[in-house]
């Protein structure tokens, strides 16, 4: 993922999300009968991905959605991150625009 601004993403509309508890969020994704366990904060993300969006507006959400705005770098590190976690677990789409 070098050029940022020519990628988008998706979630997998086949993957289903169960909250547990104040922090564990679970995403099974049947196609492959596997999951994937992320945080709240992981979450923020997995939800704004209901239809393709690039790196800069995922990074932007996320940044909007604290009152203490998180440095760039670090959301910029981290949705990267978690973003290529989901695709090797086919819970997210990465498409060419």
Known sequence: MEETDTYTY????????RVEGDDDVILYNPDIDDFVLINSSALVIWKYLDKPRSVEE?????????????EQEL??????TFLDDLGEA????????
């Open 10 to 17: 998706q979630g997998n509309p086949d993957v289903s999300c």
């Open 58 to 70: 995922i990074c932007a959400h996320v940044m909007e959605s604290y009152e203490e705005t998180p």
């Open 75 to 80: 959301v910029l590190q981290d949705v990267r």
């Open 90 to 97: 086919y819970i997210c789409k990465e498409s060419v625009t």
